[in-house]
């Protein structure tokens, strides 16, 4: 089968998902896919969410490296610490410069594991889990690229974009004015998304603080923006 | 093994009781957090619900709810809630509900049990009930106090000796100087010389070293003179279970060197000045001997510096408010007693007795530093104006002049014996106070409230007594005059914003600050003066008033110790400044920059202000409420 081009996602994910069951995949992304999607009634309150991030060497997912990935599972009530994870990731792409944004040096990463050996523990975190992330060009196309580089296979999934939510709802409130004149809107930006909920800046960035930013965030969103008995299908990117 | 987040880590650790944990144990429960947000106005904890974790506020700020609905506490970032309903049974005690829209963290209980168990610190933390922080901070305070905790059976270091009355005086002092004792009890069924006000069936007498030199062989009387005609009768005496410190205040209280314990009506032991001071190596005793022993105004000048230096003695010591508070009104009442002999040596003795008056918190003996002088003067019914005016002008002049100087300030308002104003006889200020009482004017009251905390300092104190019993007679039967009260004692709140923070003002020194005294102390004295002239009560110290008030049913169960914990708290945080100040060099004041207390004291500060507010909603409903629909 062939595998989806960079930043194309399938038009249905229910054909999709039972396309790639039917593949010859490596055990857990089988696993992954047999999990079946979220019914059509699923709401928000009602799923169970995992946040995800990742540092990479710089944002092109074609060239750059995942450095670390960070998740942490939430619901709409609460967000599950014990249960997060936090993998460093070896890399021959790390430049100065994004030593600079994430702190991690190079002697961390020689004893880190390799992206193959993290993928398949991923792909079992994610498994039956609504995927959670702030901005879905990161972290579903570093993914997508980096199974497609290891196994030649698709591992695409829907997202909950928080980033998508609060561009929608920031203009869902502007005034028609500001709307036709196409008046810019406020940051998306992580850091101020959150402010703007009273949520606390966090300031050692890396990918698990940034998961649990991202559920914060949605959590916040959920209860600030009426999102509670929304079908989450509805809002899939 | 659980992930580590560096931010929860730093934030949480921050903050009591986790500070007080090991790296190790920190981490694992950090590790364990669940995180939950919750929008402004939503309930977090409903009572009854179940709790399975302690709550801490991440960002935002929640209240605190009575199970009445009544509003307990505000909670900022840093803050902790939860804590009852996990320790008792997991339910909820206290619902909770968002104030602003805010993040939760929420650590589970077994964690939480788990760590009492490891760090003693952090136990202690959650041992509490009831006013958590507060009432704990008091306790702490107590029981690093030798002198609240020891009772003065404990000090005294022999048994008395006892004489019958009609051993002749020379026998006594025989077994005295035998037994190496300075007093002795003697036991007389027969004696008649309790004063007809005292209903003391005790009545033994005691005679002393000094008695026998004094009363005998000054006064030359033969050897063989039986005791009851020179022993002391209408004895202080002391329960032999009371502390030291309260038999130390009563010593200072009357300037006497022994003091008799009871038991059961019997004389148990006497306790010397001796004891005390040999128990208590710096005690204001001595101080107050210095003050009597004063032959100038200029040598009680000298002196004054030496209260500060007591106050902060006192406190380095451990004792509570209510000690430091009586013990500086009696260093305050001694320099008063010894500006009035030095008056009289210098004017003559009186030509009509009088009685001087203590008003305001030297009445209550809740006195500080920094603090003005309030008094006036009763005077005799023979009193003529045109014959006496003049004596006591000059009397009231000299003490008060002598006062200021010593560092009791002028009442800004006028309230001083020097003002012929409050120079008046019995009858007199029983007119006054009629006025007062009976037809009760607000604006009027507002600086009256201090004469309603009166104390006879020297002369005829007998005639106080009576003023006092007819003022709380009157207070207590006339709902319009407490309810004019009352609504006074709302004047000044307390400093808590409407959201979570203190509200600051800028002090003397342009600094931001909270005045302890005007917008704690003061309006919490009012407060609990309203409910003692309600009840009934004859006391005058806000502790005393409270405890009078334990029995009656007008404060709500549990009310009054948690007030009596925020009088304490308000007062030693004021006390504390005031230390701090001196020791410093700078000039004591009533005012505390928040800043500069720990995140225990803050908390500790708030949940006091947090009650005073409470209280002055429970006055409002309790005695303006029906004069309202009137």
Redesign the interface.
């Known amino acids: 089968m062939a595998l989806y081009p960079y930043k194309q996602i399938p038009n249905n994910w229910d054909e999709f998902y039972s396309e790639q069951v039917q593949q010859d995949l490596p055990t857990t992304l089988k696993a992954f896919y047999e999990q079946p999607l979220l019914s059509s009634h699923q709401t928000m309150q009602a799923t169970d969410f995992v946040a995800v991030d990742i540092e990479t060497t710089g944002m092109n997912a074609e060239l750059d490296d995942i450095v670390s990935i960070g998740l942490v599972p939430f619901d709409s009530r609460r967000i599950y610490v014990a249960q997060a994870k936090h993998w460093m990731i070896s890399s021959q792409h790390l430049t100065s410069e994004s030593i600079v944004v994430h702190g991690i040096t190079h002697t961390e990463l020689a004893q880190a594991p390799s992206l193959s050996e993290v993928l398949p523990k991923l792909f079992t975190h994610l498994q039956g889990k609504q995927v959670v992330v702030h901005y879905r060009y990161m972290e579903r196309e570093f993914f997508r690229t980096a199974v497609a580089e290891w196994v030649e296979q698709n591992f695409l999934f829907p997202v909950i974009d928080t980033l998508e939510l609060e561009a929608q709802f920031l203009r869902q409130q502007q005034s028609l004015a500001s709307r036709l004149l196409k008046k810019q809107l406020p940051s998306l930006r992580l850091l101020y998304a959150r402010e703007r909920y009273n949520l606390p800046a966090y300031e050692n960035h890396n990918a698990l603080v940034d998961a649990l930013a991202t559920a914060e965030l949605l959590q916040a969103q959920i209860v600030k923006q009426g999102l509670t008995d929304i079908p989450v299908r509805t809002l899939w990117r | 093994m ?2 580590e ?4 880590i ?2 949480v650790s921050a903050f009591e009781p986790f500070n007080n944990l090991p790296e190790a144990e920190l981490a694992s429960l ?10 402004a106005g ?1 309930q977090i904890l409903e009572h009854g619900g179940t709790i399975d974790a302690l709550h801490m506020v ?3 700020s929640v209240e605190v709810f009575r199970r009445t609905g009544e509003l307990y506490n505000r909670l900022e ?1 840093g803050e902790v809630f939860g804590q009852m309903g996990i320790l008792l049974n997991g339910h909820v005690r206290y619902p909770v509900r968002a104030l ?4 939760v963290y ?1 650590i589970p209980s077994q964690k939480i049990l788990e760590m009492c168990d490891l760090v003693a610190e952090f136990g202690d933390y959650f041992e509490f009930n009831e006013h958590s922080t507060l009432q704990q901070e008091v306790l702490n305070q107590a029981d690093e106090n030798d002198m609240t905790t020891v009772r003065v059976r404990e000090i005294i270091q022999r048994e008395p000796i006892y004489m019958s009355a009609d051993t002749p005086v020379r026998e006594c002092a025989q077994k005295m100087t035998e037994q190496n004792v300075t007093s002795a009890v003697i036991l007389d069924q027969g004696s008649t010389a309790t004063s007809p006000e005292e209903d003391d069936v005790l009545a033994p007498g005691i005679i002393t070293d000094r008695d026998l030199r004094m009363r005998v062989l000054a006064a030359g009387l033969s050897l063989e003179t039986p005791l009851r005609e020179v022993m002391t009768t209408d004895l202080i005496t002391i329960h032999h279970d009371a502390y030291v410190y309260e038999a130390m205040l009563l010593m200072l209280r009357h300037d006497i060197h022994h003091l008799p314990l009871v038991n059961n009506q019997k004389v148990t032991g006497v306790v010397s000045l001796t004891d005390i001071v040999q128990h208590e190596s710096q005690n204001s005793l001595l101080l107050v001997r210095g003050i009597m022993l004063q032959e100038t105004v200029e040598g009680l000048i000298e002196l004054s510096p030496q209260i500060g230096q007591m106050m902060v003695r006192m406190q380095k010591e451990g004792a509570n408010s209510h000690m430091i508070g009586t013990a500086m009104s009696v260093i305050g009442r001694a320099f008063k007693q010894r500006l009035l002999q030095l008056a009289e040596e210098k004017l003559g003795p009186p030509p009509v007795p009088y009685c001087f008056l203590a008003l305001g918190s030297m009445a209550r003996e809740e006195q500080l530093l920094v603090t003005d002088q309030d008094n006036a003067l009763i005077l005799s019914p023979n009193y003529h104006e045109d014959k006496h005016g003049l004596y006591f002008k000059q009397l009231a002049d000299f003490v008060c002049d002598g006062l200021h100087e010593c560092g009791y300030t002028y009442c800004t308002g006028g309230i001083m014996a020097s003002n012929p104003q409050w120079r008046m006889t019995l009858q007199g200020w029983k007119e006054h106070f009629s006025h007062w009482i009976e037809k009760p004017d607000p604006q009027a009251l507002l600086n009256a409230s201090i004469f309603f905390d009166m104390d006879g300092v020297e002369g005829k104190t007998v005639w106080a007594e009576q003023l006092i019993r007819f003022i709380v007679g009157k207070a207590k039967n006339n709902p319009a005059f407490l309810a004019a009260l009352a609504r006074n004692a709302l004047n000044r709140t307390p400093p808590l914003g409407f959201f979570k923070d203190f509200v600051l003002e800028i002090d003397g020194r342009q600094r931001y600050s909270l005045n302890l005294k005007r917008r704690g102390t003061a309006p919490m004295v009012d407060v609990i003066r309203v409910h003692a002239l309600a009840e009934g009560s004859l006391s005058q110290n806000s502790f005393d008033r409270l405890e009078d008030l334990a029995a009656s049913s007008l404060l709500p169960e549990g009310k009054k110790d948690e007030l009596s914990d925020a009088m304490e708290y308000l007062s030693m945080i004021r006390i504390r400044q005031q230390v701090a100040a001196l020791e410093a060099g700078e000039e004591p004041d009533n005012t505390v920059e928040p800043e500069t207390l720990s995140s225990k004291e803050r908390r500790g500060l708030k949940e006091a202000f947090q009650v005073l507010s409470n209280a002055q909603k429970f006055l409002r409903f309790r005695y303006t409420a029906s004069q309202k629909s009137l």
């Open positions: 659980s992930v987040i560096q931010d929860i730093t934030f950090c590790g364990n957090i669940e995180v939950s947000y919750y929008q939503s991440r960002s935002g970032s602003e829209d805010t993040l929420r």
